[in-house]
């Protein structure tokens, strides 16, 4: 029983400790915080503000590769994929998961992002696939009842043909 007692009380400290080292610092916390605060700031200015403030970032990032520029870009300037494209998108965001100095907190939210991200590339994949097919296919359909009308102007000229002809052979039959 006391050893019971001692591996629970052991068990309830690494629990703790873990707990506790999990915690951001107060530093980490102002960074994210920061992050968050500027995030809002971006959604509320124009698009054509927030494409020129995506190009500072862009430029920052690539002096600097200061993960919270590419965040920023990546998940507030974003919006319909207008700052960086879907396949950069899916780029950036892996390389910001590979990142050592990028918060571990937000690391969660990030690969829920490459998946999504992933999922729309195979999404846009498949829409393309599709226009590709409903355009040969409506170029068949074209092709299809061009020769349809074709064929029902010729059967209609058949049917004149055949009106003359029979009404020919009725007026050759009353004169005999």
Request: glycine share 2%; net charge positive.
């Amino acid at each position: 029983m006391r050893l019971y007692s001692i591996l629970l009380i052991l068990a309830l400290t690494q629990g703790c400790q873990l707990l506790n080292s999990s915690r951001l610092n107060s530093a980490e916390q102002e960074q994210i915080d920061k992050i968050f605060f500027q995030a809002s700031q971006y959604s509320s200015i124009s698009d054509k503000e927030q494409l020129s403030s995506c190009e500072k970032l862009k430029n920052e990032y690539s002096k600097t590769e200061h993960w919270p520029a590419a965040w920023l870009m990546l998940y507030s300037l974003n919006k319909d994929f207008k700052c960086i494209n879907l396949s950069d998108s899916i780029k950036l965001s892996k390389v910001l998961q590979n990142n050592e100095n990028f918060a571990e907190q937000l690391k969660f939210l990030n690969q829920h992002q490459i998946h999504l991200f992933n999922q729309m590339q195979e999404l846009q994949h498949t829409n393309f696939q599709y226009k590709k097919n409903n355009h040969a296919l409506k170029s068949k359909l074209k092709h299809v009842d061009g020769k349809l009308k074709d064929l029902s102007s010729k059967i209609q000229a058949l049917k004149i043909i055949e009106t003359t002809l029979n009404k020919k052979l009725s007026d050759d039959s009353s004169e005999k």
